[in-house]
């Protein structure tokens, strides 16, 4: 019994004492591993909070980084030439043009009809005959006053119209404000009056009397001497957008049609023309002008003369 409580008390004994050695080993122990839990939450929070930093700095970065791209691509553009401002450009230059030009030539009409008349005069007798049937041998010369003898008319006046044409502002780029136009033209021109368009009775009698035949009467009415020429010229017409502005016809086509017909029954006789002249803006496209043109043929026709000069002035309305 007593062993056996000696026994028992030893190992309370022993009990104690390993519990006091431990005891300390272990606090120290759970002390560290404390620390060392304390230590790695520690480092694990800092680590933790240290890539949560880091990221957003990153994010920060590529928004920089995303915001500098996107001004950079606003620059290139801003620089990169447009399109529609060069369209814009020239659209204002332009109008900017169109505001430059003087009101004067806004307003002028190029094309103008105009209305003529004035004097000619041919260099030769008209020719021609209302009467070839003269014989000298019963007396009825054309110097005695029997006959009605050859046309000598010189002198005319005339009448006429014609259209200007505008065909180009600059001679075709040779030089500025000198225009080139094409002219239509037609006039009648009146030499004269003939009478006895034929035999006068004082002509039938004659050679009845000597002859014994007997004649049919006369043509006794009168012959009009006239001429109608058709017309087509290039014309130059200086200082283009003034008012005053001078003109020439380098050369024309003309075609002349006569009556009475010469004595091979020939009424055409084609030629040329040359003129010059100037007109002057009175009002509102309504112009007054001068001119003066010189007829040519290379020969008579048929006997026929037309060779000549006529001058005179026209009222123009431009349109």
């Known amino acids: 019994m007593i062993n056996k409580t000696k026994l028992a008390l030893g190992i309370t004994?022993?009990?104690?004492?390993?519990?006091?050695?431990?005891?300390?080993?272990?606090?120290?122990?759970?002390?560290?591993?404390?620390?060392?839990?304390?230590?790695?939450?520690?480092?694990?929070?800092s680590s933790s909070s240290t890539g949560y930093s880091n990221s957003k700095v990153d994010a920060l970065e590529a928004q920089l980084r995303s915001m500098q791209a996107e001004i950079n691509s606003l620059r290139a553009q801003a620089n990169r030439p447009n399109a529609d401002a060069g369209k814009v450009q020239e659209l204002d230059q332009w109008m900017n043009s169109v505001k430059s030009e003087p009101k004067e030539s806004k307003k002028s009409k190029d094309n103008m009809v105009f209305?003529?008349?004035?004097?000619?005069?041919?260099?030769?007798?008209?020719?021609?005959?209302?009467?070839?049937?003269?014989?000298?041998?019963?007396?009825?010369?054309?110097?005695?006053g029997t006959t009605?003898?050859?046309?000598?008319?010189?002198?005319?006046?005339?009448?006429?119209?014609?259209?200007?044409?505008?065909?180009?502002?600059?001679?075709?780029?040779l030089m500025d404000k000198t225009e080139v136009l094409a002219e239509l033209m037609f006039d009648y021109k009146q030499l004269g009056e003939r009478k006895n368009n034929g035999l006068s009775p004082a002509e039938t009698a004659t050679i009845a009397a000597a002859t014994g035949?007997?004649?049919?009467?006369?043509?006794?009415?009168?012959?009009?001497?006239?001429?109608?020429?058709?017309?087509?010229?290039?014309?130059?017409?200086?200082?283009k957008g003034s008012a005053f502005r001078p003109w020439l016809i380098p050369?024309?086509?003309?075609?002349?049609?006569?009556?009475?017909?010469?004595?091979?029954?020939?009424?055409?006789?084609?030629?040329?023309?040359?003129?010059?002249?100037?007109?002057?803006?009175?009002?509102?496209?309504?112009?007054?002008?001068?001119?003066?043109?010189?007829?040519?043929?290379?020969?008579?026709?048929?006997?026929?003369?037309?060779?000549?000069?006529?001058?005179?002035?026209?009222?123009?309305?431009?349109?």
Do not use: C
């Not at 004097?119 to 009825?140: E, F, K, S, V």
């Open 13 to 45: 004994a022993a009990l104690a004492l390993t519990g006091a050695l431990v005891s300390p080993q272990a606090m120290a122990h759970s002390k560290k591993a404390k620390h060392h839990v304390v230590t790695e939450s520690s480092s694990s929070y």
């Open 115 to 144: 209305f003529r008349g004035g004097y000619g005069h041919a260099n030769n007798q008209r020719g021609g005959t209302l009467d070839p049937t003269a014989i000298p041998a019963l007396g009825l010369a054309n110097n005695n």
């Open 213 to 239: 035949i007997v004649l049919p009467a006369a043509n006794t009415q009168k012959a009009t001497v006239n001429q109608l020429t058709l017309a087509a010229s290039p014309k130059i017409k200086f200082m």
């Open 148 to 173: 009605v003898g050859p046309i000598d008319d010189k002198d005319s006046w005339y009448f006429g119209a014609g259209f200007d044409f505008s065909v180009n502002d600059n001679l075709f780029g």
């Open 251 to 319: 050369v024309g086509f003309e075609l002349n049609i006569v009556s009475p017909p010469s004595d091979a029954i020939t009424v055409l006789n084609p030629g040329m023309q040359f003129g010059l002249g100037a007109d002057y803006k009175i009002w509102n496209n309504i112009y007054v002008g001068a001119d003066a043109r010189y007829h040519l043929t290379t020969q008579n026709t048929d006997g026929v003369n037309t060779d000549g000069v006529t001058a005179g002035g026209y009222l123009g309305l431009g349109f």
